[in-house]
């Protein structure tokens, strides 16, 4: 009997033993499941959409454009011909939360003597409250006209092979300011006339040389702002005109070659005229550069396209025009800076979706001389 008591009493221990131990590994279980639906619902609220002021991850989007490139240049120097890669172009844009967004376009060119340099073309962080405001502060394209607002460095996105003479960007000795950095204020306004689309800017001013952008810093107190209004009438679709103006003090550079003691002050105004549609491209613009240093210098430029789809096959025509008053000591040592006629024609063949060949012929006459320059390219979008 005293062998069963205590085989009876062994029995109850491992039995309330064994059920302590099972109750300990269910609130165990218990646990790490309450563990684990937490964490899956914090994954589900940082996947959703964005609803009011709850948090969404940005969106980043990268598109790419390129392009490759064929010269031959007959001048009074004689002839040269040569390959040329056109550099990578990454635009880079990302839907930071709503109705805030950041874009940027990297520039990786390649120099003539085989150094690779990055350019940080531009760089905006946007805010668009409305239609018609949306604030942007960085590096943009300064509204001159309808070509520096439409089209960038992807040379893909444009008809031709080149830009227009009067835009060249500054790195290529261009005559006007093609970047600006600071505040802009754009918007579209929905009138009974048709609808009207503004650009106003306020930032950092021209360089002491053509080629200096001032990024981080100001040489002056100055600022240089512009404004630039364009309209597209009701019942006229794909039809604009409208017209830009820039004031700004362009700082003295006492040290530069030649010496500039003074400070010069810059007027800039123009029009733009514009009719774009499935198969018609008609653009034409026309800008007047005042100096006033001691004296008063005026330049004036511009230019007037045309080109027609024939589904993939685009042939276009356009006449450049740039006038430069001699002495003006902004300008001086500046290639470019001349008169100079230039008669383009060419022909765009778009082989595939995001990729085309242009072929163009431009007789150029110059104060330095008169040349024929037949390009061919490759552009590609990826």
């Known amino acids: 009997m005293k062998f069963i008591r205590i085989y009876i009493v062994l029995l109850l221990l491992q039995f309330f033993g064994l059920s302590g131990a099972h109750a300990s590994e269910n609130d165990r279980l218990v646990d ?20 009011g002021n709850e948090y969404s991850p940005p969106k980043l989007q990268i598109r790419g454009f390129g392009h490759g490139q064929f010269d031959y240049n007959d001048s009074k120097k004689g002839s040269e011909s040569y390959f040329g890669l056109g550099g ?10 709503d109705k805030l967004s950041f874009i940027t376009e990297l520039l990786f060119e390649f120099e003539e003597d085989g150094a690779n340099v990055l350019d940080v073309e531009r760089l905006l962080i946007r805010y668009e409250p409305y239609d018609w405001l949306n604030i ?11 070509w520096n607002r439409n089209y960038h460095h992807g040379t893909h996105l444009q008809t031709t092979v080149e ?17 600006f950095v600071g505040l802009e204020f754009t918007g579209n306004i929905k009138a009974p006339f048709g609808l009207l689309t503004y650009y106003a800017n306020v930032g950092n001013g021209r360089g002491k ?39 700004d003090v362009i700082p003295s550079d006492p040290a530069g070659t030649p010496a500039r003691p003074d400070e010069i002050k810059e007027v800039i105004f123009g029009s733009h005229i514009y009719y774009v549609d499935q198969k018609i491209e008609f653009l034409s613009e026309f800008q007047i550069v005042n100096h006033e240093i001691l004296s008063e210098y005026y330049h004036n430029g511009g230019y007037a396209q045309f080109a027609y789809r024939f589904d993939d096959v685009i042939p276009y025509y356009r006449y450049d025009f740039l006038n430069v008053t001699q002495g003006d000591p902004y300008y001086a040592g500046l290639q470019g800076a001349e008169d100079i006629q230039q008669h383009t024609i060419g022909f765009r063949f778009d082989w595939f979706v995001y990729s085309a060949l242009k072929l163009e012929y431009r007789h150029k006459n110059a104060e330095s001389g008169v040349s024929n320059i037949i390009s061919g390219q490759v552009s590609f979008a990826f």
Do not use: C, W
Not at 163 to 179: A, N, Q, S, T, W
């Open 163 to 179: 830009r227009p003479i009067l835009l060249e960007f500054e790195d290529d000795d261009g005559i006007l300011p093609i970047h």
């Open 136 to 146: 942007s502060l960085g590096r943009g394209h300064t509204p001159l006209g309808y």
């Open 88 to 97: 990578v172009d990454l635009f880079i844009t990302s839907q930071v939360a």
């Open 209 to 247: 040389t053509i080629r200096e952008i001032q990024l981080v810093e100001d040489a002056n107190n100055e600022k240089m702002v512009s404004f630039m209004v364009s309209l597209e009438p009701k019942g006229l679709e794909g039809f604009g005109f409208g017209g830009n103006f820039l004031f």
């Open 32 to 51: 790490l499941e309450k563990e684990i639906q937490l964490l899956k619902s914090q994954y589900r609220q940082l996947s959703q959409p964005k609803v």
